[in-house]
């Protein structure tokens, strides 16, 4: 039989499967600083000395203002808890986890589940990609295989190549454009046909990075003559393997880009499928450009924009801020001179980190146009409630920076010739090993690291009040936002379970906490976005015991049932009937988890019966009745 690509990684590495799940043996694993503090408290947690993985890597990335004390003292435990563990520390400056994984440790053929969304960026290098959160990763870590809800795989058939001033994240938004925001839950993107070898392995990360942004489990890009190119430059030829689809294999549905049609686009304010083409979006005034993230910061990304600033000024109403995406781009920037002509147009240089991404830094002026290069635009992300955030290639960012207002960057007239380096200075001297003798190392935990919370098994019965109700799409930035006021806080739950909903509804903690037990209720796609667990741990700590929802993000709805919170299936008349401030009687949870009987759902109000279905897989449901992944792993040990 004729194989896709993602079958034959998937078959490699199975360890078993059920009717709706594949367990997968995991090659590597990542985490980044801000949901990585949990995850090493989760392995601690689980009492296993070392990691069991061929690889894990420890990124410090997110969380790098050190306003405080408090990302200090998480770099300071996360070192530790590395060196103890037998993971790899890459050190705050050493870049963005994705940028740095892709170059260094990404390797086709393997798998890596990384607690972070944008994991699936190593898709450009043909590793089967997942990211997830950090108990799920905690558990990739003592050996766990991992459970893949089984997925659809799409062919994506990219034909012909990319004009000049199109770039890689003009094909990514061209699917956002086509599918929406929801439009890849339950799948994984495969990248085939001719086009795909007119794409270098970073532009194939912009576009499996920003894949996420789809709702999509991952993307993938086969291994070929540009894979080897790509491992060659890095020093690591020796990771490479030939690896793609069989010739004709059967995908579950298939989508056509013609690349030689596509125009610069850009995803307006505030969602990244909000995407038009950038000559269509009216003239409007920017007063903000920010090149960088985990999706555009490559060196090949950094090269075009130093040939497009150079001789050149940028626009004297714009800030135009620059973050390199490893310690490796910044470096070699430096040493090719192209630094210079970034600096010298009077761009900012940032660190090599997440940065404004996060809304860490350079929150836009309010009411500003901010262009950025980032993945994600949701209202508010940026640090600035009312700033109108649009997401664009490197070049139409430049454009922008350089006229001040919107502008397609086929208006800067000749496309520049940009030699790409055949190779890159390889220094992992900012990567720590573990070591030697981990019963010598004492883990470090300052103030800010506290404990993990606990929830009880799960009842029988609940009476939950309604908290909050909410329409689709929501996403973790909502329910959990980040930001330099409360990113930091990501390794205390109890302090950071205050922000809890806040751009919404800032009363939502007290109340929560007060009503004792709670319930949300939403629309389609709920919890959209990151893999931060702290958008269903701080939650649970408040007493939220479900979500009632027409449909759940993967993620999130994984992270759910993690911290033992019941994800609720509801149609659209359940969904008009539970109204916010009302009780809700929750009856035969446990039936209804071993599948012997529906959930009994009633408003107590007004007695009406709502349709509910809680469709999860039996290791889910034994999950759940643990309360939580955390419990049901200390019940198995304890047996
Ligand atoms: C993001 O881009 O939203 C983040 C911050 O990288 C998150 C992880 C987190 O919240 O720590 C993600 O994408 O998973
Ligand atoms: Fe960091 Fe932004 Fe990428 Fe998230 S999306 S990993 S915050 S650069």
Same mark, same amino acid.
């Given at each position: 039989?004729?194989?896709?690509?993602?079958?034959?990684?998937?078959?490699?590495?199975?360890?078993?499967?059920?009717?709706?799940?594949?367990?997968?043996?995991?090659?590597?694993?990542?985490?980044?600083?801000?949901?990585?503090?949990?995850?090493?408290?989760?392995?601690?947690?689980?009492?296993?000395?070392?990691?069991?993985?061929?690889?894990?890597?420890?990124?410090?990335?997110?969380?790098?203002? $050190?306003?405080? %004390?408090?990302?200090?003292?998480?770099?300071?435990?996360?070192?530790?808890?590395?060196?103890?563990?037998?993971?790899?520390?890459?050190?705050?400056?050493?870049?963005?986890?994705?940028?740095?994984?892709?170059?260094?440790?990404?390797?086709?053929?393997?798998?890596?589940?990384?607690?972070?969304?944008?994991?699936?960026?190593?898709?450009?290098?043909?590793?089967?990609?997942?990211?997830?959160?950090?108990?799920?990763?905690?558990?990739?870590?003592?050996?766990?295989?991992?459970?893949?809800?089984?997925?659809?795989?799409?062919?994506?058939?990219?034909?012909?190549?990319?004009?000049?001033?199109?770039?890689?994240?003009?094909?990514?938004?061209?699917?956002?454009?086509?599918?929406?925001?929801?439009?890849?839950?339950?799948?994984?993107?495969?990248?085939?046909?001719?086009?795909?070898?007119?794409?270098?392995?970073?532009?194939?990360?912009?576009?499996?990075?920003?894949?996420?942004?789809?709702?999509?489990?991952?993307?993938?890009?086969?291994?070929?003559?540009?894979?080897?190119?790509?491992? !060659?430059?890095?020093?690591?030829?020796?990771?490479?393997?030939?690896?793609?689809?069989?010739?004709?294999?059967?995908?579950?549905?298939?989508?056509?880009?013609?690349?030689?049609?596509?125009?610069?686009?850009?995803?307006?304010?505030?969602?990244?499928?909000?995407?038009?083409?950038?000559?269509?979006?009216?003239?409007?005034?920017?007063?903000?450009?920010?090149?960088?993230?985990?999706?555009?910061?490559?060196?090949?990304?950094?090269?075009?924009?130093?040939?497009?600033?150079?001789?050149?000024?940028?626009?004297?109403?714009?800030?135009?801020?620059?973050?390199?995406?490893?310690?490796?781009?910044?470096?070699?920037?430096?040493?090719?001179?192209?630094?210079?002509?970034?600096?010298?147009?009077?761009?900012?240089?940032?660190?090599?980190?997440?940065?404004?991404?996060?809304?860490?830094? $350079?929150?836009?002026?309010?009411?500003?146009?901010?262009?950025?290069?980032?993945?994600?635009?949701?209202?508010?992300?940026?640090?600035?409630?009312?700033?109108?955030?649009?997401?664009?290639?490197?070049?139409?960012?430049?454009?922008?920076?350089?006229?001040?207002?919107?502008?397609?960057?086929?208006?800067?007239?000749?496309?520049?010739?940009?030699?790409?380096?055949?190779?890159?200075?390889?220094?992992?001297?900012? *990567?720590?090993?573990?070591? $030697?003798?981990?019963?010598?190392?004492?883990?470090?935990?300052?103030?800010?690291?506290?404990?993990?919370?606990?929830?009880?098994?799960?009842?029988?019965?609940?009476?939950?009040?309604?908290?909050?109700?909410?329409?689709?799409?929501?996403?973790?930035?909502?329910?959990?936002?980040?930001?330099?006021?409360?990113?930091?806080?990501?390794?205390?739950?109890?302090?950071?379970?205050?922000?809890? %909903?806040?751009?919404?509804?800032?009363?939502?903690?007290?109340?929560?906490?007060?009503?004792?037990?709670?319930?949300?209720?939403?629309?389609?796609?709920?919890?959209?976005?990151?893999?931060?667990?702290?958008?269903?741990?701080?939650?649970?700590?408040?007493?939220?015991?479900?979500?009632?929802?027409?449909?759940?993000?993967?993620?999130?709805?994984?992270?759910?049932?993690?911290?033992? *919170?019941?994800?609720?299936?509801?149609?659209?008349?359940?969904?008009?009937?539970?109204?916010?401030?009302?009780?809700?009687?929750?009856?035969?949870?446990?039936?209804?988890?071993?599948?012997?009987?529906?959930?009994?759902?009633?408003?107590?109000?007004?007695?009406?019966?709502?349709?509910?279905?809680? !469709?999860?897989?039996?290791?889910?449901?034994?999950?759940?009745?643990?309360?939580?992944?955390?419990?049901?792993?200390?019940?198995?040990?304890?047996?």
């Amino acid at each position: 039989m004729k194989k896709t690509l993602t079958a034959k990684i998937i078959e490699s590495h199975l360890a078993g499967s059920s009717a709706d799940e594949y367990l997968l043996t995991i090659d590597q694993t990542l985490t980044q600083d801000a949901t990585g503090t949990m995850a090493y408290l989760e392995f601690e947690a689980m009492g296993i000395d070392r990691v069991k993985t061929g690889l894990s890597v420890s990124y410090v990335d997110h969380n790098t203002l $050190q306003t405080g %004390f408090e990302n200090a003292d998480d770099h300071r435990f996360l070192q530790d808890a590395a060196a103890k563990f037998g993971v790899l520390f890459s050190r705050p400056g050493n870049g963005i986890c994705h940028q740095v994984h892709l170059e260094r440790f990404g390797a086709p053929g393997k798998t890596l589940l990384g607690s972070d969304s944008h994991t699936p960026t190593a898709g450009g290098i043909a590793m089967l990609a997942i990211g997830a959160g950090g108990l799920d990763v905690a558990a990739a870590m003592a050996g766990m295989p991992f459970a893949l809800p089984r997925p659809k795989v799409v062919g994506v058939i990219l034909e012909n190549s990319l004009k000049p001033w199109v770039s890689a994240k003009d094909i990514i938004l061209e699917l956002l454009r086509r599918l929406t925001v929801k439009g890849g839950v339950g799948k994984i993107f495969e990248y085939l046909g001719p086009g795909v070898e007119t794409l270098s392995v970073p532009e194939r990360a912009t576009i499996t990075n920003m894949g996420a942004e789809l709702g999509a489990t991952t993307s993938i890009f086969p291994s070929d003559e540009r894979t080897l190119a790509f491992l !060659e430059a890095q020093g690591r030829a020796s990771d490479w393997v030939r690896l793609e689809a069989d010739e004709g294999a059967a995908y579950d549905e298939t989508i056509t880009i013609d690349l030689s049609v596509l125009e610069p686009l850009a995803a307006c304010p505030h969602s990244p499928d909000a995407v038009m083409p950038v000559k269509d979006i009216p003239r409007t005034k920017v007063d903000q450009v920010i090149i960088g993230s985990c999706t555009n910061s490559s060196m090949k990304d950094m090269l075009t924009v130093a040939a497009l600033l150079k001789g050149r000024k940028v626009h004297p109403d714009v800030s135009l801020a620059i973050a390199p995406g490893s310690r490796q781009v910044l470096e070699m920037l430096a040493v090719t001179g192209a630094l210079g002509d970034i600096i010298s147009a009077g761009a900012r240089i940032l660190e090599t980190a997440c940065g404004p991404c996060i809304g860490m830094g $350079q929150a836009p002026a309010s009411g500003s146009v901010s262009v950025r290069t980032f993945n994600r635009n949701f209202k508010g992300r940026s640090g600035t409630s009312d700033a109108m955030v649009y997401l664009a290639s490197p070049e139409t960012a430049c454009a922008c920076a350089l006229t001040g207002v919107i502008t397609d960057p086929r208006e800067l007239g000749a496309y520049p010739k940009i030699e790409q380096p055949a190779s890159f200075t390889v220094d992992d001297s900012m *990567i720590l090993r573990p070591a $030697q003798d981990p019963s010598r190392v004492q883990i470090r935990r300052g103030p800010n690291i506290r404990p993990l919370p606990k929830r009880a098994p799960m009842e029988d019965s609940l009476v939950l009040k309604v908290l909050l109700r909410l329409q689709d799409n929501v996403t973790t930035d909502d329910i959990m936002p980040a930001g330099s006021k409360i990113l930091p806080l990501r390794s205390n739950i109890e302090a950071i379970s205050r922000y809890v %909903f806040s751009p919404i509804d800032d009363t939502f903690s007290e109340r929560a906490k007060a009503s004792g037990a709670g319930c949300i209720v939403a629309g389609a796609n709920y919890g959209q976005g990151s893999s931060r667990e702290h958008a269903a741990l701080a939650p649970m700590y408040l007493g939220v015991k479900a979500v009632f929802a027409r449909s759940f993000a993967r993620i999130h709805r994984s992270n759910l049932i993690n911290f033992g *919170i019941l994800p609720v299936l509801i149609d659209e008349a359940g969904f008009e009937r539970l109204a916010a401030g009302a009780t809700v009687k929750v009856q035969g949870i446990h039936a209804a988890l071993e599948g012997r009987s529906p959930l009994g759902v009633t408003v107590a109000e007004t007695g009406e019966v709502i349709q509910a279905h809680l !469709e999860v897989s039996a290791r889910e449901a034994q999950l759940l009745k643990a309360g939580g992944l955390l419990n049901y792993i200390s019940h198995s040990v304890r047996g």
